[in-house]
């Protein structure tokens, strides 16, 4: 049990565009997500916690205009990476935390490759 | 937030044993992870720990020391699937926060 979903696994588009990266829980309730971001040999760098139904909760340095984060339900959260540029490429994973045995853990979505050209 | 240490790297042969250290400071502990990440994947969990002490799960254990700020996370008997990325994450009581992650390689 506990799984997380990503989707796309991965996505290339132009600069300027707009990308939107989905995050499900598929067995359990997620009342908490979050969203990271990796740079190759690099560690996971938290970008935003976000609990349902509430406006999430940016780490210091990401753009909240720039990085939009939606957890408009128990099962998804969305983060949509918008007029995107090549700096943005990176690996971005998010991962949930619901209540009861699904608490004390975070459970890993498979990550979206971004590579913005 | 936390400031969590652990070496960049660290190289092996099959079948011995290798020893991941892990110090951090963190201003209200709430356990302790190790994940595993080969290239271009997602974090495993491997193990979790809260309290002190010594947890053993197969080839793995993982231990904690809350007073130093310490863990490490022990691989037994090596196999060339060894090779990844191992991250100590620690949590506090909002967030789980990780280090830089240690790149072992198992040799042959």
Sequence with gaps: ???VSQHPSWVICKSGTSVKIECRS?????TTMFW???????SLMLMATSNEGSKATYEQGVEKDKFLINHASL???????TSAHPEDSS???????GTGQTAYEQYFGPGTRLTVT | GQNIDQPTEMTATEGAIVQINCTY????????????????????FLSYNVLDGLEEKGRFSSFLSRSKGYSYLL????????????LCAVRDRRELSFGAG???????
């Design chain 1, 75 to 81: 099962t998804l959260s969305t983060l949509t990476v």
């Design chain 1, 26 to 30: 598929l067995d359990f309730q997620a």
């Design chain 2, 75 to 86: 691989l037994k008997e090596l196999q060339m699937k060894d090779s990844a990325s191992y």
């Design chain 1, 91 to 97: 690996f971005y994973i998010c991962s949930a935390r």
């Design chain 2, 102 to 108: 240690t790149t072992v390689t198992v040799r042959a």
């Design chain 1, 36 to 42: 990271y971001r990796q740079f190759p040999k690099q």
């Design chain 1, 1 to 3: 049990g506990a799984v």
């Design chain 2, 25 to 44: 400071q963190t201003s209200g502990f709430n356990g302790l992870f190790w994940y595993q990440q080969h290239a271009g994947e997602a974090p495993t």
